[in-house]
């Protein structure tokens, strides 16, 4: 059967392209509309997941010169604790600087024994028993000497007898243990080995 627009009614004819016109919207909408939403949607989410970063990254760059201003304290207050925690070297040489001390202090070094280290979390105690000859003059500008090295040493343990032969250069014979510390690296700690372990004895590396 053949249909005729031109010989339906004027409302029928209205009512069809109403019913085309609705059909052609309706798949416009589904077959374009509707999927180009759904990537819109998904590109605003991707945006606005990058300005969050973005805004993360303004936030960090803001804070960047209070970061170095704290590493750089950080490192001045490093570089302070190694002045008076030397490393392996550098106790060595404090030890040698001891022995100098004596002498310029008139005191006879009679023993000079490292004792075994102990090793804290953090750092490492290098015990060394001392046996001087002198006079009470010389043993206290010794200690004062000592006291005034950059780097911490404890004196300890201190006995003071006097000889049995007694001349100006030696009235008295003193034992004390002097006690450096040296700071640990963290690469220098070894795998399961635990705080205050005391290590064989014998004099540190260098």
């Not at 950080?74 to 001891?98: I, N």
């Not at 034992?175 to 070894?190: G, N, Q």
Request: aromatic fraction near 8%; charged fraction near 20%.
């Amino acid at each position: 059967m053949n249909l005729n627009f031109t010989k339906l009614p004027w409302y029928a004819q209205l009512g069809a392209f109403a019913a085309l016109a609705v059909a052609g919207v309706g798949a416009f909408y589904y077959y374009y509309e509707m999927p180009a939403s759904v990537v819109l949607a998904q590109r605003q989410e991707e945006l606005a997941g990058l300005q969050r970063n973005i805004a993360v990254g303004q936030a960090t760059a803001r804070k960047l010169p209070e970061f170095r201003a704290q590493v750089g304290d950080l490192e001045s207050r490093l570089s302070s604790l190694r002045a008076v925690l030397p490393d392996e070297k550098d106790a060595a040489d404090l030890l040698r600087r001891m022995q100098t001390v004596a002498t310029q202090s008139n005191l006879t070094i009679k023993a000079f024994t490292p004792k075994a280290t102990v090793t804290k979390a953090l750092h490492a105690e290098w015990p060394i028993s001392l046996e001087l000859d002198g006079t009470y003059h010389n043993l206290a500008l010794f200690f004062d000497r000592v006291g005034k090295f950059t780097r911490i040493v404890n004196i300890s343990g201190l006995e003071v007898k006097g000889k049995p032969t007694q001349d100006a250069r030696g009235t008295i014979t003193a034992l004390c243990t002097a006690t450096t510390f040296v700071l640990l690296e963290p690469a220098a700690a070894k795998p399961g080995a635990k705080p205050g372990a005391a290590p064989k004895p014998g004099a540190p590396k260098v």
